[in-house]
């Protein structure tokens, strides 16, 4: 299903289904978003310019900016730009939130000191050119990080995952099924990566395993 659909343009959620997924973020996801700013805070310092591509409703981005980074979010979806921008006042943070396409990032050249993408990467259309903007954007010295679904993550991986979210009733079951169906089925594998990275401006990349998740890597 995945597959079939990002075939022609990158996957993006829209209307109610936009609201939904901001309603279940701001419920089982923060500790996550925390746990990403963190990651992102021990390689860059106060005041670094941070790209989130594909942001959603821009819970990561808002943690980002609580840490005095200068944060862009790039989103293809105009609900979740709405939606995110609305999040980010709410919690008195200073997020740039515009509506744009991973293949053709509206940024400048070399302006970024790092870039991050969560839970989307698998969603592009074209992966290649979403890691050669992302390459583009960055500054030298600077770093991109993927963090996805890992397309050989077991049913227990699974389980792990969804009890450690704490989400209860249809959200639960819904995320699970979610999980092993359509989002695993569109997944990559670390050679996957391996193979997009050998075909963009990246020379330098590490690439690790965790629970469900790959952790990519990327230095320019």
């Not at 050989?152 to 969804?162: K, L, Y």
């Not at 089925?185 to 997009?196: L, R």
Request: proline share 3%; net charge positive.
């Amino acid at each position: 299903m995945m597959k079939n659909m990002r075939k022609n343009k990158d996957v993006g959620i829209y209307g109610l289904t936009a609201k939904w997924y901001d309603k279940n973020s701001r419920k089982s996801r923060m500790a996550e978003m925390q746990r990403y700013a963190n990651e992102v805070a021990s390689h860059v310092s106060k005041n670094a310019n941070v790209l989130e591509v594909a942001p959603g409703p821009g819970y990561l981005s808002i943690e980002l900016a609580k840490k005095d980074f200068n944060v862009i979010g790039v989103e293809i979806s105009p609900d979740f730009v709405k939606i995110a921008k609305k999040n980010a006042m709410e919690a008195n943070a200073s997020v740039d939130f515009k509506e744009g396409n991973a293949s053709n990032l509206p940024c400048k050249d070399n302006f970024f000191d790092f870039v991050v993408c969560s839970a989307a990467f698998k969603n592009f259309k074209d992966p290649v050119k979403a890691l050669s903007e992302m390459y583009r954007v960055l500054k030298q010295g600077g770093t991109s990080l993927i963090i996805d679904m890992n397309y050989e993550a077991t049913s227990e991986d699974i389980e792990t995952e969804v009890r450690k979210s704490g989400m209860k009733g249809f959200d639960k079951y819904f995320v699970k099924f979610a999980f092993k169906t359509f989002l695993k089925q569109g997944a990559y594998t670390k050679e996957d990566f391996e193979t997009f990275i050998k075909e963009t401006p990246f020379n330098n990349y590490k690439i690790i395993k965790e629970g469900i998740s790959l952790y990519v890597y990327l230095y320019k």
